[in-house]
């Protein structure tokens, strides 16, 4: 099978396309061939030696997974050949996407809706799966309540202003103006240009100093620090973004706040509760670009420094099977 074998970390050209023997299935394992996949932050942060320590090269590397199971292991007993799924492989676990097929637990995958074509449902596994298990897993977030949603222009930004809607909160989000329209389509109740507002300000006008419930954070920076200015009494902040230096939460003790830090979880139940959401319309693919498996580096360059299309926003995909 042809695969993206990253054989050293740093920049795209680390990427080296190799015809590599076809892995066979294990006990409660699928072979699936893979249909498309996606580029999410965590690829690029993966290729340049963010998690080094805990990858050995050469390695194949890549996120999510659409495909159809071409074959089964022993002991599987929910899944048969020819079942379109849809799934993010385990992160550190194994070798990941960026290849013609690919071998998962059947513990971690799920039907494909049906409603989306392969490289739509390539999107979703591990940006819209990291979205449910900030709002539904940790937040807990409730009809009525208020959340703010930091970079909702981005790969997971997108998700969760669609989740946090489908929930009947209300939605406030930080984007470039640019995006605003969009944004609102998706169900932003408000937005907030960072790059000409202090969204402290303008949380605690729009909100009549209350601040808001939930926040959302998916950029990092000061974020963890300063939400503890914005949040309601008993708020949360839920991030996904590593903590590079000590941040000083005083403003958040105050509000007797909560901090989830979520590295998500790969499992069936969640990818079946998407499932349902896309089917009835709720959650809605953002395909950007679409690249071959060979224009790989292209796709992680434009994600990771967007040199080419600055107002760029959504997902990324990368057709691989047909």
């Not at 409660?28 to 990858?55: C, H, W």
């Not at 989830?260 to 950007?288: A, C, M, W, Y």
């Amino acid at each position: 099978m042809k695969a993206a074998v990253l054989n050293g970390f740093g920049s795209v050209e680390k990427f080296e396309i190799l015809n590599i023997p076809t892995p066979k299935p294990g006990v409660d394992e699928v072979l699936v061939k893979v249909m498309a996949t996606s580029v999410n932050p965590l690829d690029f942060q993966v290729r340049r030696g963010d998690y080094k320590n805990e990858l050995q090269l050469p390695v194949i590397t890549g996120h999510d997974v659409s495909g159809v199971i071409v074959e089964v292991g022993t002991g599987v007993k929910n899944f048969k050949v020819g079942d379109e799924v849809y799934y993010s492989p385990e992160i550190f676990n194994g070798y990941g996407s960026y290849a013609e097929y690919h071998v998962a637990k059947e513990s971690i995958i799920g039907i494909k809706p049906k409603n989306i074509s392969h490289i739509e449902a390539a999107t979703f596994p591990l940006a819209a799966g990291t979205a449910w298990e900030m709002l539904f897993i940790r937040a807990q977030l409730k009809i009525n309540q208020t959340i703010l949603i930091h970079g909702g222009a981005g790969g997971v930004g997108i998700p969760t202003i669609q989740l946090a809607k489908a929930m009947g909160a209300t939605v406030y989000t930080t984007a470039r103006s640019v995006h605003h329209e969009f944004l609102k389509g998706l169900g932003a109740d408000y937005t907030i240009d960072y790059e000409k507002q202090n969204y402290i300000d303008a949380i605690l006008e729009m909100t009549n100093n209350n601040g808001v419930d939930v926040v959302i954070d998916t950029i990092g920076g000061t974020t963890l620090s300063d939400s503890g200015k914005i949040l309601n009494q008993m708020g949360q902040v839920v991030t996904l973004v590593d903590i590079e230096t000590p941040q000083n939460l005083i403003h958040a003790w105050g509000k007797n706040a909560t901090y989830h830090f979520v590295f998500t979880r790969q499992n069936r139940n969640k990818l079946d509760e998407l499932t349902k959401l896309i089917e009835s319309g709720k959650l809605k693919p953002v395909l950007n670009q679409v690249f071959s498996l060979s224009e790989i580096g292209k796709a992680h360059s434009l994600l990771e420094f967007r040199d080419s299309a600055p107002d760029f926003y959504g997902k990324i995909g990368i057709q691989i099977g047909s």
